[in-house]
């Protein structure tokens, strides 16, 4: 190479390359801006309101993102509405599908007769988009505080964590949802002490609803009606080594009652009997009568563990000739 060919490539690595790269970067910041600034004017007129407070476009040279001082959102229709604190988020310039995001507490959301306040330690966010839709994505909270007024469960007051986390993917047309929990507490009007939960993971498939994944869809169970669930894995281990397992297929219908045949195993009798006459001695005696009907149905030889079949039918859940009560329509 010549002389004069190499002094013009350092010219053009010292100076035109990283004007080029600049350039490209506040392009692509004016594109994102003006697309969410479109976004957030496309669903005002349906009556939702965004606000990014102090909307900043950050992470040159590499990485793009949105920072908010404090975000809100309010739904006048659905009369539904939050608030938080801090919102950052950030992308690889060449991958700006794949988004991290991180957000600070406190938050308060409410509707027409709920509120819910939490706090957390941390809370990101991992989710990868193609085109329009969400292919998957990741959330983790820890050091979780939640104080409840929900008007259907008046009795849940609050509900902490040291670990709550969530992964949802899509699988060709179905959805795959698990979540874990890591020193689960609730805190209830109808216990002497808090109900407590060493671990719980779950894992689920929606078969054939990637609905659920669009990100301009409502966010309710509603968009599970209609649905055919595998329900893989619901595992609750208690304190003092006690253990609830669960699994079977579910059918949410179009007008959101749920049927289906679950399998449960419990196990650890003895302690979960102790657990439930320290929470509250008052239900003791009835839960107790409850236990020994399940163990006569229960096929087990095992005198510490019972396992049943529980039939949903038209929302309405049986354990042999036992009924468990109704289940809500979603």
Not at 60 to 78: A, E, M, V, Y
Not at 188 to 212: G, Y
């Amino acid at each position: 190479m010549k002389p004069r060919h190499k002094l013009i490539l350092l010219i053009a690595s010292i100076f035109i390359i990283p004007a080029l790269v600049t350039l490209g970067w506040h392009w692509g910041a004016d594109k994102l801006e003006n697309l969410i600034e479109t976004r957030i004017s496309s669903i005002a007129s349906r009556g939702v309101t965004v606000t990014c407070n102090n909307l900043e476009i950050r992470g040159f040279p590499f990485r793009i993102g949105l920072n908010c001082d404090n975000t809100s959102f309010d739904d006048t229709k659905r009369r539904v509405g939050f608030t938080a604190g801090e919102l950052r988020t950030t992308a690889q310039i060449y991958n700006p599908g794949h988004v991290i995001s991180e957000l600070d507490g406190p938050l308060t959301v409410t509707n027409r007769h709920s509120v819910v306040e939490a706090n957390w330690q941390s809370m990101r966010a991992s989710s990868v988009f193609e085109i329009s839709n969400l292919s998957r994505a990741s959330i983790e909270a820890v050091s979780l505080d939640l104080a409840t007024q929900l008007a259907n469960l008046k009795e849940l007051q609050k509900v902490s964590a040291e670990n709550l986390q969530m992964h949802i993917r899509q699988n060709e047309n179905n959805v795959d949802i698990a979540a874990s929990g890591v020193n689960i507490a609730l805190e209830n009007s109808l216990t002497k002490a808090p109900i407590k939960s060493d671990d719980v993971n779950l894992f689920v498939t929606v078969h054939d609803n990637l609905q659920i994944l669009k990100y301009d869809q409502r966010r309710d169970a509603s968009l599970l009606r209609g649905s055919d669930i595998t329900l893989h894995d619901l595992t609750i281990k208690g304190t003092q080594n006690t253990r609830l397992s669960a699994s079977g297929p579910l059918n949410i219908s179009d007008q959101g009652i749920i049927s289906g045949d679950v399998a449960i195993t419990l196990t650890n009798i003895a302690n979960l009997k102790s657990t439930i006459a320290e929470v509250n001695p008052a239900l003791s005696a009835n839960f107790s009568n409850i236990i020994n009907v399940l163990s006569a149905l229960s096929p087990s030889n095992n005198p510490d563990e019972i396992q049943i079949n529980v039939k949903i039918r038209n929302g309405i859940a049986q354990a042999g000739i036992i009924p468990l009560g109704r289940i809500p329509a979603l």
